[in-house]
């Protein structure tokens, strides 16, 4: 059986797969990494598979229509984001026309997994969107195409009954990680690792996942609300330790791999397994993850040890009050030690800073600021809260009447950057954006973060590139008043 699996095309480096959908400010393009992950369950069991990238190949709508009319796939799936899942939704309406068949067209990603009736009403000529996790659903929905089976009953599929939008039963949670194929098998098969860039990661990059869903409970956090849930499940040490191998071979000119756990660092046996089995099989390549502000300064050593070269945190706030608000689930006193011990370790940190939280006040985001400058992580970001459906977030800014929006699409401006779309009356979203800027030019404008970036570069030359690829685009919003 034929199926096209799209990244559909949008605004130019539009960057569908991170948890803040996005034209970065960095010039970061992520790999559409759960997409992709489904496409290898697909091809796996035998169907002809082809998995487009329309964004990082630059391909537009003409290019695609072409495509499926000399394809024909018996199944299309088109990726979604909050806000170009309109855009998303059209394009996947040209390609059930162009197929001029029996085409089954269908919509995943978080933001139909969380408005699934929504997007069916809105939308009619879509056939299903999947709800939750949905490699195991696209697989079976995928056997009974084939089979000639009626695939309206697959588990995790919202379809329509009787002409009105239906959820059938959830799909169960892949609960064995070790029997799904490596992500970088796909990417290998179809996709540029060349064509994307991390501005947090050695340039080239592959990024994969190591374990789905958390169990922490961050009120903001966009995948375990909408995709993975809350139950932890993990592949083994010598899985991932295999795939590094994997990955280290067949992409030679990688000169890191981003393990884009929610967090990787969740079990401190587990992390020390994986290092461990690193170690064991004298692999080499760098790699990056992200974590929460808590691990202990022996395990940062053994990660170290192992080429982890950076970490990437969410500190959020400078303020407990906001971090017990946003149900963080730490303290500064644990954040301040857990900087500490990272640089005695040697592992550098990207601190992710958030504004505009539930009992945000300019008192608690000048607090944030000078946390941030205190901690001095390697590189940081400052941006506004930005709600997504299906996130306790979004709930409680749509249930106090925040949330300032005619259609999805002004969750990004004209030029597809982030444009916080929560306005609170003591805290208007204009001073929440002009916070950021202030707050970025403040932490990178300091003569001694500038000099230590010079020391990085003559230190560590192979920092050179992720840095001047970051700040081609960065600095035009970095030095705009």
Known sequence: MKTLFLNPPFHPKFSRGQRSPQVTKSGTLYYPIWLAYAAAAV????????????????????????????????????????????????????????????????????????????????????????????????????????????????????????????????????????????????????????????????????????????????????????????????????????????IEKTFPSAKEVFIEDDTLTLNRKRTIRICEEIIRRGVKINWTCNARADVDLETLKLMRAANCRLLCVGVESGDQTVLDAVEKGITLDVIERFFSDAKKAGVMVHGCFMAGNRGETRETLEKTLDFAKRLNPDTAQFFPLMVYPGTSAYEWAESENLIKAESYADWLTDEGLHNTVVDRPDLPYEEIVKFCDRARREFYLRPAYIAYKLRQVFRHPKETVRLVKSFKTFARYLLKK
Not at 177 to 205: C, G, N
Request: a negative charge; one cysteine or more; proline letters at 6%.
């Open 43 to 246: 091809e796996a069991d035998g169907h002809d598979l082809k998995l487009i990238d329309a964004v990082a190949d630059e391909v537009g709508l003409h290019h695609l229509v072409d495509l499926t009319r000399s394809m024909r796939p018996d199944l299309i799936v088109v990726d979604t984001s909050t806000p170009s899942v309109k855009n998303d939704a059209l394009i996947a309406k040209e390609l059930r026309d162009a197929a001029a068949g029996d085409a089954v067209v269908g919509l995943v990603g978080p933001h139909v997994s969380a408005t699934p009736v929504e997007t069916l009403e809105e939308y009619p000529w879509v056939d299903f969107v999947t709800v939750k996790e949905y490699d195991q659903t696209l697989r079976d929905l995928a056997a009974t195409i084939d089979s000639g089976g009626d695939w309206t009953e697959t588990r995790g599929l919202a379809i329509r009954r009787d002409g009105r939008p239906f959820i059938n039963p959830e799909q169960p949670l892949l609960q064995d990680l070790d029997t799904m194929p490596f992500v970088s098998e796909a990417y290998a098969r179809h996709l540029d690792y060349k064509k994307y860039f991390y501005a947090i990661t050695q340039w080239p990059v592959v990024t994969i996942i190591s374990g789905r869903g958390c169990p922490y409970k961050c009120n903001y956090c966009l995948f375990p609300q909408t995709l993975q849930g809350r139950q932890y499940r993990t592949r083994s040490a010598e899985n991932v330790a295999e795939e590094l191998a994997f």
